[in-house]
């Protein structure tokens, strides 16, 4: 071999390697990441589980759980609505027809700060200009699931703040709803089971088990581009 295509043989294994190397290294991330959300996931479903098996709790008997503990608890109590106040979470897709989750601020059982009830789903008029006619009872007995994990994406401006109500929002923001109702609000969000609108509340999207696989696939396509590159390195030029 002569001096110049020797050269040009380390210089294109040199960026070969540094090649294989930086995809190795994201793709091991990657699947590492998907490995830590499966856990994550999993943790979730073993504490809703075993806040399922402990049965309701009574509103009042919260404050004496643990923070740590109180998510996905199931939360019996006396609501009553803070009319006239309704916010309408847009963007809910139930079985491909638009709609929004209808969430209020309530009292319950007159103990500590009012708290956010998703009440369910209503169907969204064929207008974006029209809201849906609501029916929201005054009072009512509360059964709900409480999520103290407030997670959620959004672009741009959260509320469409019209001074009226109903309003739309992008997602659910206790802090910033508090400002527009002029009252505290606990920082979770309740999730009633009986109401006049649809119950459709799913804890845990995509399982740990896809999170797995998809953790698994990352881990394949890592090990094939380190043998990818080492058959590479290995051709003569």
């Known amino acids: 071999m002569t001096t110049q295509p020797f050269v040009r043989h380390l210089s294109r294994h040199w960026l070969l390697a540094v090649f294989t190397l930086v995809a190795f ?4 991330k990657l699947s590492y990441w998907q490995w830590q959300r499966a856990e994550q996931k999993q943790t979730q479903l073993d504490q809703l589980h075993q806040a399922e098996q402990q049965g309701p709790v009574q509103w009042i008997d919260l404050a004496s759980i643990p923070t740590e503990q109180q998510d996905g608890l199931m939360l019996q109590g006396k609501a009553v609505w803070l009319k006239p106040a309704v916010w309408l979470l847009d963007n809910q897709l139930i079985q491909g027809k638009a709609g ?14 009012a708290v956010l009830v ?8 064929p ?16 059964k709900a699931l409480l999520r103290t994990e407030l997670k959620g994406f959004r672009l741009g401006q959260n509320l469409e703040n019209t001074g ?60 094939a581009v380190v043998v990818i590159g080492w058959f590479m390195s290995k051709k003569e030029l």
């Open 25 to 28: 290294a994201l793709l091991i």
């Open 100 to 113: 929004y989750d209808v969430v209020i601020p309530v009292l319950v059982s007159n103990q500590g700060p």
């Open 118 to 125: 998703n009440l369910g789903w209503v169907a969204a008029p």
């Open 127 to 142: 207008s974006r200009d029209q809201l849906p006619e609501l029916g929201i009872p005054e009072k009512f007995d509360l």
């Open 164 to 223: 009226l109500w109903p309003q739309r929002m992008q997602q659910v923001e206790p802090a910033e709803l508090a400002q527009v109702l002029g009252q505290e609000l606990a920082p979770v969000l309740l999730y009633q089971q009986q109401s006049p609108y649809l119950y459709h509340y799913n804890a845990v999207v995509m399982p740990p088990e896809k999170h797995r696989a998809y953790a698994l696939q990352w881990l394949l396509l890592a090990v």
